[in-house]
């Protein structure tokens, strides 16, 4: 396949331009706060009309059969989710940008999937918990957010993009997805989330990378700790 | 013996940030070698096949022109060695040799290809040491060129 072609044929090549929050018709749709700046790709990035495939170790092989979603730490409750259950718990829809560390931005994303809130309150986290370690099917990959931002509005674990279910290769079954912050933190093949109290390094923070990554903080985003 | 690798690589300049955790995934990624003073590490002109990073001791690189050798640079703790011909695709430009015991950490060149590509951090951190050496050669190279120049106008 040519070059060209690839462009083509690639699914989720964006030809249009992004698309402004209002021109959303959906009304039950969340919009992303980040969308709503003047200018929305931070400073360092620029914006790609595709989606790039990144990860630690590659697609892993997940079985929809045996797929469970499991949530422990700090709760009153520790859940555990078939992908049937998962997905028959009430959905939100999210409008987003996506921000990658490697200095691209995707633009205008819908999200579907199971909002980080429902499954916060579902398990009753404890007051204690300050941190959210998110764990991925990927051979322990991790990776760990402030809870603050795991809890934003906008924040989700999606099974679906533009409607569509989440391709292996972009962490479908079911990405976690948190707008707010650089897309590593948007576990791809996420199986669950544990709640901790005092922040943990996840795997590419253990390698330097941000322990937030929050793309619109200081001059460049908080890319790595060095 | 690694567990304390792990600690000695997050002190060096070009890991900093990384957790113990992390630098053992690079300790896991590679092999360690124990060389003894006087033990050649690279050769110049053989095929690069790995590169190192020097845990502890000393190492000189050299070329050897004519049967003499002359020494380019020291290195020690937190180098990288033999990267740049393994990058490039080139034979070794030209020789290490431990000058005390030393220990490396040895990664093959499929190993560091994927180290680099999966990690962009530290791709972009060791590209641009790489680079500054690069850059520090040409600029000695620049200035040793204008000193002959003016000893003889």
């Known amino acids: 396949m040519s070059f060209l072609d690839s462009l083509i044929k690639d699914p989720k090549y964006q030809s249009h331009d992004p698309r402004k929050p209002e021109e959303i018709a959906?009304?039950?749709?969340?919009?992303?706060?980040?969308?709503?700046?003047?200018?929305?790709?931070?400073?360092?990035?620029?914006?790609?009309?595709?989606?790039?495939?990144?990860?630690?170790?590659?697609?892993?092989?997940?079985?929809?059969?045996?797929?469970?979603?499991?949530?422990?730490?700090?709760?009153?409750?520790?859940?555990?989710?078939?992908?049937?259950?998962?997905?028959?718990?009430?959905?939100?829809?999210?409008?987003?940008?996506?921000?990658?560390?490697?200095?691209?931005?995707?633009?205008?994303?819908?999200?579907?999937?199971?909002?980080?809130?429902?499954?916060?309150?579902?398990?009753?986290?404890?007051?204690?918990?300050?941190?959210?370690?998110?764990?991925?099917?990927?051979?322990?990959?991790?990776?760990?957010?402030?809870?603050?931002?795991?809890?934003?509005?906008?924040?989700?674990?999606?099974?679906?993009?533009?409607?569509?279910?989440?391709?292996?290769?972009?962490?479908?079954?079911?990405?976690?997805?948190?707008?707010?912050?650089?897309?590593?933190?948007?576990?791809?093949?996420?199986?669950?989330?544990?709640?901790?109290?005092?922040?943990?390094?996840?795997?590419?923070?253990?390698?330097?990378?941000?322990?937030?990554?929050?793309?619109?903080?200081?001059?460049?985003?908080?890319?790595?700790?060095? | 013996m690694n567990e304390s690798h792990a600690e000695l690589i997050t002190t060096f300049p070009l890991f900093h940030g990384f957790t113990v955790h992390g630098t053992q995934r690079l300790l896991d990624a590679g092999e360690i070698k124990q060389l003894t003073a006087g033990d050649v590490l690279l050769k110049e002109g053989d095929a690069a096949d790995f590169a190192v990073l020097v845990l502890t001791g000393k190492l000189e690189v050299f070329i050897e022109r004519d049967g003499r050798e002359f020494a380019l640079t020291e290195t020690g703790p937190g180098t990288i060695l033999g990267e740049l011909a393994l990058l490039c695709g080139i034979p070794r430009s030209a020789s290490a040799r431990a000058t005390e015991d030393s220990t490396v950490l040895e990664w093959d060149d499929e190993t560091l290809r994927t180290l680099l590509l999966r990690d962009r951090s530290l791709a972009q951190r060791i590209f641009r040491e790489t680079l500054r050496t690069l850059v520090e050669k040409e600029q000695e190279l620049v200035e040793s060129l204008a000193k002959s120049q003016s000893a003889k106008s």
């Not at chain 1, 990927?138 to 993009?161: C, M, Q, R």
């Not at chain 1, 996840?202 to 460049?220: A, I, K, L, S, T």
């Open chain 1, 26 to 226: 959906e009304s039950d749709i969340i919009i992303s706060p980040d969308t709503r700046r003047d200018n929305r790709v931070p400073q360092g990035q620029s914006r790609t009309k595709r989606w790039p495939v990144l990860d630690a170790h590659g697609t892993p092989p997940i079985d929809l059969a045996t797929w469970k979603f499991e949530v422990d730490g700090l709760v009153e409750r520790p859940l555990m989710f078939s992908f049937e259950e998962f997905t028959q718990l009430p959905p939100v829809k999210v409008y987003a940008d996506f921000h990658c560390v490697t200095r691209w931005s995707r633009l205008d994303n819908i999200w579907t999937g199971v909002s980080t809130r429902e499954i916060a309150e579902r398990a009753g986290v404890k007051p204690e918990a300050k941190f959210v370690l998110a764990l991925a099917y990927d051979y322990g990959w991790t990776t760990n957010v402030p809870i603050e931002y795991f809890l934003k509005e906008d924040s989700l674990f999606a099974f679906l993009h533009d409607g569509q279910p989440i391709p292996p290769e972009h962490g479908g079954p079911v990405r976690l997805i948190i707008p707010q912050l650089y897309a590593w933190k948007s576990a791809k093949w996420v199986r669950g989330v544990r709640f901790l109290e005092s922040d943990q390094a996840g795997f590419w923070e253990e390698g330097g990378y941000h322990m937030r990554g929050n793309p619109w903080v200081g001059g460049d985003g908080e890319r790595f700790r060095w």
